[in-house]
């Protein structure tokens, strides 16, 4: 029971920090300003949740185009702190080459369910016809995502179904992760 209520409480820091993390990378690659001044409302929110991992990091790998990539080694770092955590909590007793390979598919796993909640937030924002920072944000975000589906997939009576089509093929994204996850450790 004590090690459940610590894998959660580890799973949710790890969860929050490390989204933070690939929040602020794809923010920074779509280059959509991180400032409150610029009207970004979680740009602050942001900044307070990864610059005491992200800017020392950014002295040791440097950004790859666009791409942030101490955002990306920070979000990493995150998730293998994590399952080093939860091995050593299990008593070490599975290989120690488990934990990277765990971090690898846990930020994976991260990624796909921030863009999954992402496209929910701009699904249920999308109902409603409110015109605020966070909704104008969200689209933003969203739009690269969903344009290559638009061009597929036409509108059905006027509605839009590329947000559930790219849920349906987040989720299968998801289920092949932990077949590839499973088939990986069972190697190892």
Known sequence: MLYQII????????????GACLLRLYLQYQRIPLSARSGNPLGPFIFA????LVLPLRRLVPAWGRWDLASLVGAYLLMLVQFLLLWLLAGATASLLAVPILAFFGLLRLLVSSLTGLVIVYAVLSWF??????????ERL???????????????????LSPLVLLVLLQIVSIL????????????
Do not use: E, Y
Not at 49 to 52: A, I, P, R, V
Not at 129 to 138: E, F, K, M, R, V
Not at 177 to 188: D, N
């Open 7 to 18: 894998s959660l409480l580890l799973d949710v820091a790890a969860g929050v920090l490390g």
């Open 49 to 52: 949740l990864t610059d005491w």
């Open 129 to 138: 016809q409110t015109h605020s920072a966070l909704t104008d944000l969200i």
């Open 142 to 160: 969203c739009a690269p995502l969903l344009r290559p589906i638009r061009r597929l997939v036409p509108l059905v009576g006027g509605i839009d």
């Open 177 to 188: 992760l932990g077949h590839l996850q499973a088939g990986v450790m069972q190697m190892v």
